[in-house]
Structures are given as C-alpha cells and as structure tokens.
C-alpha cells in the first residue's frame, strides 16, 4: 500500500507496483456516477474517510460475444500450432468473468512522480472496441513502459452499447436529447484529469489523448465537441477516425440509413411498450437488454455517437473538412493489414456494402454502384482484384484502408493544412510464427505501445527494440507535441504535399505516398459522402439542427462490433 494522499473527493490509498517500486497504482477511483440513460453525475465523495483503490472497479456492462470471436480469429491467424491455441482457449475461458455494473465509471492511474514539485506528461488512453465491448482496465494497457519513459498513465471506463449510445424518443422527451452518454463520460473522465492528475504528479496542462480503433475514434469525437475543449493538448490515434460516422438522432441524411431514434424505438420493441416513458424504460432488466443486443446483431451497430446540436453540432467528418477541430499537435496512423480481422464477416472490399460476392460482373457491378463507373475500376486495378481468384486478397487490403487507412490520412491532411504539427506511421511488424495469415492486423501495435506482450506470442530482440522506439516517440509526443529525440531516426512531420508517412517495423524508415493513389480514391469518395450528408441537413427545412446523428453504412457497421 501506498502513501495516503488526496483528492477532490477524499483521501485515497494506492499500491504499489509489482514489477517496479518506483511506481505507484491508483485503480477504480469514481471519476463519475452513471445511472441508465442520462448524462453522467458527479462522484461520490468520502472525504477523510481513506479509500483503498488497489483494485479495478467494475466494468461497464457489455456483450461478450464479439470479443471472443475477435480473440479467437487473432489466434487462428498467428500460425501457432493447434495445442498452443488449444491451451489458450481454455485458460481464457477458465477465467472468472470481469464484475460489471452499470455504475461503472472508474479512473485508474500509475505514476512514479506522486509527491514531486516537477509535473509530468499526462497520457489519457481510451480503450477500443467499436464502443460496444472493453475496458481501462485491460491487462495490455496496464503495463510501466510509458510511466518509466516519464509520463502518468490514465485509463478509464466508459459506457458501451445500448447503455452508452441508444437513442429513443421518451428519453429524448425527458432531458431534451438522446444518446452519447459514452461520449459524455469521456468528458467527465477528461475534467476529472483537469481536477485531480497535479495530485499524482501529472501537469494538467500538458494532456495527451491516446487510444487505438473506437478509442482513436472517440478522440475524433471529442475533436469534434466543444464540451472537450481545454481539456487535452495533443492527439495520437490509432487506426480510428469517426468521419465514417453520419447518424443522425431524429433524421436519416443518406439513402439506406436510419435515424438513431428510429433504431433505439425498435431495439426495445420487443421489451416495452411503445407509450412508454423514460422512467419505465429505466426499469427494463440490464440483462433483457445485453439478450437483445445479441439477438439483433444488426442494430448494435447503430449504438455510436450521434449528432444533437449540443454534443455535436455536426458529423465528425464535417468537423475535420471544415479544419474547425481544436488546434492541437496529432500523430495518428494504421496498420499494414487491418481488414484481415473483418473481411470473414463482411465479406466485402467495402464496408459500405458487405456481402460483395458472386460472379465477378456481379462484384465489379456492386462496386461501382458504391463508388461510380470509373473510380470503381481504378481501385479493382490498383487491388488487383481481377479475377475471382485474386479477389478476396486485394479486397481484404482495399477493407483495411476503407475502414481505417483513408480515415486516418483525412484527418491528418486537415490537420495539416490548418497548420497543426502532424504525424503519420504505417506498421507493418508481422507475427514471426510460420503460417500465420493475418499480417500486421487491427491492434498488434497496442503491446508495442504499452511494452505489454503475452507469453503466448512473446516479443524477440527485435521487437524489443521496436517496441523501446515507438514508446519514445509515443511520450516524446506527449512530452513536446514532437515524437522526435536523441538516437531516434528522425520522424519528417506530414504535409499534404509530401504525403509523409514513417514505417515502423524492425526497420524504421520514411516514406512518400504510401497507398497514395488507393488512399486518393476512397478519399475523393468520403469528401462525397461527407458533403452529402451536409447538403441534406441544409437543404431540408423539416431537419432539426439541433438533433444528434451518426451515419450508419448500409448496415454495415455491425460488423465492427468484433473491433477491438
């Protein structure tokens, strides 16, 4: 046990750390309350009453299923032998399930600078899983390589799902909007940090948000709201930006979407009567709604963000083409091979529309009805998906860039252009083990990130020294809104011009234009989208401005619920 100390809300008493003395832990410390369908209250307090947070607090409520299947699909494709990956099903599923709660907004923080008058960097992590599943308290994210590169660690909890996001008209009755209840516990979590880090030895003023896939993405949303505003000084995101994302609360912009009420109504359907008031709706059983979520895998996927007028007053897309998010410092890129994880289930080059299958003149006609006559064969050529032989594996590379590579050079290019320093990298470090098919895939940077790899897919000498680098330039960011240093090879910053990227793999080297022309055409596509959505809003003198949207993709964004 630690040293007592105090905060706003009373004395607190960390651990400390097993693996190195020098740090202290500080887990489940209430940042906020939550209560079902409403914005988020203030923390408990209990004053000089010392409470002991050596411990994580509940996670926030979710479904499982998804996240099995992602860890199960990772394992088949990292070519480890049958009895290896045997072993690892039945020791993850001998593990007790995590305690969850709906009350589950809980902070955690490891410093080793408690007690000393020369503030540290503050690195605020935000945890993936496509806003349905996860949590701050992850075994990857709680690891000292960052904290012993000179920074204080924050994770935290946010509520997921139809508990973080769902949409419905009774609730929107009762407090004026619906919806981006996971957005606004991100906020509380970030004026927390504003309140409270100084006494960890964290400077307030220097804040970095770093988070990968929904975590990436939900950094692009607090871009894009002004209630963040002051609360962060730089960004890095990995692979994830929300400028996909059009959903609107009470209107459907785009042919083939629907509105998130419309979708919240029908979701609790079948649990309620359709009169029902919000204070009846808040005594549905948690579980009934975990069951539904399961059942309608179809609607899950529309539980995201939205914009209201007061959260957000527009698409996070449109935020980031109008060079109107904050003027911080960014670092944001992806990975080589992030569609090897999805392509199973969405079985197309697209997310826009999954099940792009049949004869060839079927998938090329499907393909242009996405993206027009001409763009859709430049990026059938530039795939190589020519044939139905050599068409699964191009499409399999056109989805990661879809999903993920052509959102992070969006918001990088505008950022950019408003003159903010700027960063990108392309990770490209595959598993070593022989006939492994997944490639540099969604999330393998996160261990580099955090020094965190497992016994079963350990690191080499090589990754080792990876894995030092990338955390240099990750608290080197953090510390100066530079990754640059002494004995690092040197990051260019990005320029729309220069289209700069650097490679992070055993070798690290930069780069011009990686996937320039791909990234080109899907970019041209998204500017499209983004623009139509904005020209529907304006143009419809029924649409209420001041309503929360999300676009969702033809249906599509169900299968990012396997995201981690």
Same mark, same amino acid.
């Given at each position: 046990m630690a040293e007592p100390i105090r905060i706003n809300q009373g004395i607190v008493l960390g651990g400390i750390d097993r693996d190195n003395s020098e740090i202290q832990v500080f887990n489940g410390i209430p940042y906020a309350s939550a209560s079902r369908w409403a914005a988020p209250g203030d923390p408990p307090q209990w004053g000089a009453v010392a409470r002991?947070?050596?411990?994580?607090?509940?996670?926030?409520?979710?479904?499982?299923?998804? *996240?099995?299947?992602?860890?199960?699909?990772?394992? =088949?494709?990292?070519?480890?032998? @049958? #009895?290896?990956?045997?072993?690892?099903?039945?020791?993850?599923?001998?593990?007790?399930?995590?305690?969850?709660?709906?009350?589950?907004?809980?902070?955690?923080?490891?410093?080793?600078?408690?007690?000393?008058?020369?503030?540290?960097?503050?690195?605020?992590?935000?945890?993936?899983?496509?806003?349905? !599943?996860?949590?701050?308290?992850?075994?990857?994210?709680? !690891?000292?390589?960052?904290? /012993?590169?000179?920074?204080?660690?924050?994770? &935290?909890?946010?509520?997921?799902?139809?508990?973080?996001?769902?949409?419905?008209?009774?609730?929107?009755?009762?407090?004026?909007?619906?919806?981006?209840?996971?957005?606004?516990?991100?906020? !509380?979590?970030?004026? @927390?940090?504003?309140?409270? *880090?100084?006494?960890?030895?964290? =400077?307030? =003023?220097?804040?970095?948000? &770093?988070? /990968?896939?929904?975590?990436?993405?939900?950094?692009?949303?607090?871009?894009?709201?002004?209630y963040a505003d002051g609360l962060y000084h730089k960004a890095i995101l990995e692979s994830? $930006?929300?400028?996909?994302?059009?959903?609107?609360?009470?209107?459907?912009?785009? *042919?083939?979407?629907?509105?998130?009420?419309?979708?919240? $109504?029908?979701?609790?359907?079948?649990? $309620?009567?359709?009169?029902?008031t919000a204070t009846e709706l808040r005594r549905i059983p948690a579980a009934s709604i975990i069951a539904r979520v399961e059942a309608r895998q179809d609607l899950a996927g529309y539980f995201l963000p939205v914009v209201d007028g007061k959260i957000l007053t527009e698409t996070v897309g449109a935020t980031i083409r109008a060079g109107d998010a904050p003027k911080v410092p960014v670092l944001a890129g992806y990975n080589a091979d992030e569609g090897t994880l999805f392509y199973g289930s969405i079985r197309s080059p697209t997310i826009l529309r999954p099940g792009i299958t049949g004869t060839l003149d079927q998938r090329e006609q499907e393909l242009a009805e996405v993206f027009g006559e001409n763009p859709a064969k430049a990026l059938q050529a530039l795939y190589s998906m020519d044939s139905e032989r050599s068409w699964d594996a191009g499409a399999m590379d056109m989805l990661g860039d879809d999903l993920f590579g052509v959102h992070m050079r969006f918001l990088s290019k505008a950022n950019a252009t408003a003159g903010r320093p700027t960063w990108m990298y392309f990770f490209t470090r595959t598993t070593p083990t022989r006939g492994q098919t997944i490639g540099a895939y969604h999330g393998s940077?996160?261990?580099?990130?955090?020094?965190?790899?497992? $016994?079963?897919?350990?690191?080499?000498?090589?990754?080792?020294?990876?894995?030092?680098?990338?955390?240099?330039? @990750?608290?080197?960011?953090?510390?100066?809104?530079?990754?640059?240093?002494?004995?690092?090879?040197? #990051?260019?910053?990005?320029?729309? !011009?220069?289209?700069?990227?650097?490679?992070? =793999?055993? /070798?690290? &080297?930069?780069?011009?234009? *990686?996937?320039?022309?791909?990234?080109?055409?899907?970019?041209e596509h998204l500017i499209d989208r983004i623009d139509a959505v904005s020209r529907a809003t304006e143009a419809d003198p029924e649409f209420d401005a001041t309503l929360m949207t999300t676009l969702p993709v033809s249906g599509g964004e169900d299968h990012l619920a396997d995201s981690n």
């Open positions: 002991d947070v050596r411990t994580y607090g509940p996670e926030c409520i979710q479904s499982r299923r998804n *996240i099995d299947g992602f860890f199960n699909r990772i394992l =088949d494709g990292t070519g480890l032998p @049958w #009895w290896k990956r045997t072993a690892a099903r039945r020791l993850i599923s001998a593990r007790p399930a995590p305690a969850e709660a709906e009350d589950c907004l809980f902070i955690n923080v490891r410093s080793g600078n408690v007690g000393h008058k020369q503030l540290l960097p503050v690195m605020v992590w935000i945890h993936g899983g496509a806003h349905q !599943a996860g949590s701050g308290s992850n075994d990857l994210y709680q !690891a000292n390589a960052l904290v /012993e590169n000179g920074v204080v660690l924050v994770t &935290f909890n946010y509520r997921l799902g139809p508990f973080g996001y769902l949409a419905h008209p009774a609730l929107t009755e009762e407090a004026g909007t619906s919806g981006n209840y996971g957005l606004m516990d991100q906020v !509380a979590a970030l004026r @927390w940090v504003r309140a409270n *880090i100084r006494t960890f030895g964290g =400077d307030p =003023d220097n804040v970095t948000l &770093f988070g /990968e896939s929904a975590g990436a993405q939900s950094i692009s949303e607090l871009m894009a709201t002004h994830g $930006t929300s400028s996909y994302n059009a959903l609107y609360r009470n209107d459907a912009p785009l *042919i083939g979407s629907r509105s998130a009420e419309d979708v919240g $109504t029908e979701f609790l359907s079948s649990l $309620t009567d359709q009169t029902v940077e996160i261990p580099f990130v955090f020094g965190s790899s497992s $016994t079963l897919l350990p690191m080499s000498d090589k990754d080792e020294r990876l894995a030092r680098t990338m955390q240099a330039y @990750w608290t080197n960011f953090a510390r100066t809104g530079d990754p640059n240093g002494e004995h690092l090879p040197p #990051w260019p910053p990005y320029t729309p !011009a220069g289209d700069e990227w650097l490679v992070l =793999d055993h /070798e690290i &080297f930069s780069v011009n234009g *990686i996937r320039a022309r791909k990234l080109d055409i899907l970019e």
